[in-house]
């Protein structure tokens, strides 16, 4: 039986706790939520299940953790989880485009000697992209189109009227370490394939709303001494979240899954 611990209780976290539910593996120990927003936390759980500010705060000690939350949710638990020798298995890529959370997070992680593992997320082609840098990557292209009632809440709003737009416009060009810190709810995916390909500053990024979209549209393209490859995945947002995409939340639940399998894709 591997005793796992949550960070967060919005949609994602949900999404996994159901899954870990209908296992006989797995057992949910536990979930961090914030101080003073603990009872927002508790109806979101199993009555059985703990609820604490930090994961010293667990009355069992879990043998890892998924953080489901966002930024914060890294930020605020990730090195002490991490120093405490339990791994730590995330969704919050963007928060990695701090230079100081990610030292702090490395240095945790060499101390606990634990290890800190980011999931694919909303998109794919991750494999390919860091295969293809050991080659030697030349560029890198992420493109994000999404419905305006997505960028609600971002920067978007203030480039962009979301309640007028009768075309396809595009309200952030620039490098993945600028999206990930602009928008930190809806560009985790840059965060990704920066961290697999050729690094936060290099990474080109191009956010678009569209109000002909009904997904969340995912666009990577990489050139380099491997040759090129273009990758599109279309994704829903989860149904109580538009900022969310369901594929992060199906791709945190795959991870842990397959933890276990002896034979897997590496």
């Not at 020798?85 to 702090?104: M, N």
Request: hydrophobic share 45%.
């Amino acid at each position: 039986m591997k005793h796992v611990a949550i960070i967060g209780y919005g949609a994602i976290a949900r999404y996994v706790m159901t899954a870990i539910a209908e296992r006989d593996d797995l057992s949910l120990c536990g979930i961090i939520g914030r101080a003073g927003r603990l009872e927002d936390a508790r109806a979101c759980a199993p009555d059985t299940v703990a609820i604490a500010d930090a994961v010293g705060g667990l009355p069992q000690r879990p043998d890892l953790v998924l953080d489901c939350a966002g930024h914060a949710g890294l930020r605020d638990h990730g090195p002490d989880i991490l120093a405490a020798g339990i791994d730590l298995y995330s969704v919050s890529a963007g928060a990695l485009a701090d230079a100081a959370l990610h030292d702090a997070l490395s240095a945790a992680a060499r101390r606990g000697r634990a290890a800190l593992r980011i999931v694919s997320g909303a998109i794919g082609g991750l494999d390919i992209l860091g295969a293809a840098r050991q080659g030697g990557l030349t560029r890198v292209v992420y493109r994000g189109r999404k419905p305006p009632a997505s960028w609600r809440g971002t920067p978007a709003e203030d480039r962009i009227d979301l309640d007028a737009q009768g075309e396809a416009q595009v309200h952030f060009r620039g490098n993945a370490r600028q999206a990930a810190a602009l928008y930190p709810k809806n560009a985790n995916v840059t965060a990704s394939i920066a961290l697999a390909g050729i690094g936060f500053d290099a990474t080109e990024v191009e956010l678009i709303s569209d109000p002909a979209c009904v997904e969340n549209r995912h666009e990577l393209v990489a050139e380099g001494a491997f040759g090129s490859f273009a990758f599109q995945v279309s994704g829903r947002a989860m149904p109580d979240n538009p900022k969310s995409s369901a594929l992060t939340a199906m791709s945190m639940v795959d991870t842990l899954l397959r933890l276990e399998d002896p034979i897997r894709i590496a």
